[in-house]
């Protein structure tokens, strides 16, 4: 059974950091491209940040280049997302993503809070 599991959200002051994980199981994780994606109150999902699956290359959403890293452990089934510099229009549900050619699997999403 497919499961992403993503933690480490919360509620955080402005300016301040988090790291998301997300645990993988029930597939070969490090053949798999891993993204994370967020979706606001009343918005469209948006991608944040994609990495491949060796973890040899990176791509960020424009607004989040120079704030946020996404990085990946193979030999632990995790990928994560550091975020630092909060803003409050980062307040989203956080969700993990992984992706192989027909194959697209989602996490059920942490809840982050950048508020004073």
């Known amino acids: 059974q497919v499961q992403l599991v993503e933690s480490g959200g919360g509620l955080v002051q402005p300016g301040g950091s988090l790291r998301l994980s997300c645990a993988a199981s029930?597939?070969?994780?490090?053949?798999?491209?891993m993204s994370w994606y967020r979706q606001a109150p009343g918005k469209e999902r948006e991608l944040v940040a994609a990495?491949?699956?060796?973890?040899?290359?990176?791509n960020y959403a424009d607004s989040m280049k120079g704030r946020f890293t996404i990085s990946r452990d193979n030999a632990k089934n995790t990928v994560y997302l550091q975020m630092n510099s909060l803003k409050p229009e980062d307040t989203a549900v956080y969700y993990c993503?992984?992706?192989?050619?027909?194959?697209?699997?989602w996490g059920q999403g942490t809840q982050v809070t950048v508020s004073s």
């Open positions: 993503n992984a992706h192989k050619r027909e194959y697209d699997y």
């Open positions: 029930g597939f070969t994780f490090s053949s798999y491209a």
């Open positions: 990495i491949t699956s060796a973890g040899s290359s990176t």
